[in-house]
């Protein structure tokens, strides 16, 4: 699976766009041709055209809400809905993260929402074995997390520390 570079979120508020863009490629076969072949302009173009799509009534500077990126996904999940929830260690509690990694290891990638003291940034779990594969939009790469340092909000490589939410199929 070769997410690449083209890849990149286009401006900085279109990290929830880009990695709806990259579940998109991973979950719609047509849809994978349709950006493989494209060019650049494109592909900044269709992150734009997503975020407008699902992001009607909320501002588009303050990025993209977990329902919207819900919305996204969905749009390309081959008939499999999805849904969110927020991160259930947020406030000391503890997040086994088994439907998380159940998803993905059924091949259905996960949007994880990180932050610090707010969530602030979209990143996709693509895959899963000891690590977790992420695809990082801002970088265009695949970054590899610790399950055990996704329970613990110690991110590190994917912008921010702290998960808040997933994306995951229902």
Known sequence: MDLGPRLRQRDGVSCGPAAAVAAGVLLDPPYRRLVGGADDDWIAAEQRRVHARVNRLW??????????????????????????????????????????????????????????????????????????RCYEPSSGRLRDLGPADVRAGRLTGVGYPRPFAFVLPR
């Open 59 to 132: 501002p588009r500077a303050l990025g993209t809400t977990p329902a919207a990126m819900v919305a996204a996904i969905d749009a390309h999940g081959g008939g499999v809905r999805y849904r969110w929830r927020l991160f259930r260690g947020l406030w000391g509690g503890r997040d086994s993260l088994a439907d998380v990694l159940a998803a993905v290891g059924a091949g259905r990638p996960v949007a994880m929402l990180v932050g610090t003291v707010v969530p602030r940034h979209w990143v996709l779990i693509v895959a899963a074995d000891a690590r977790l």
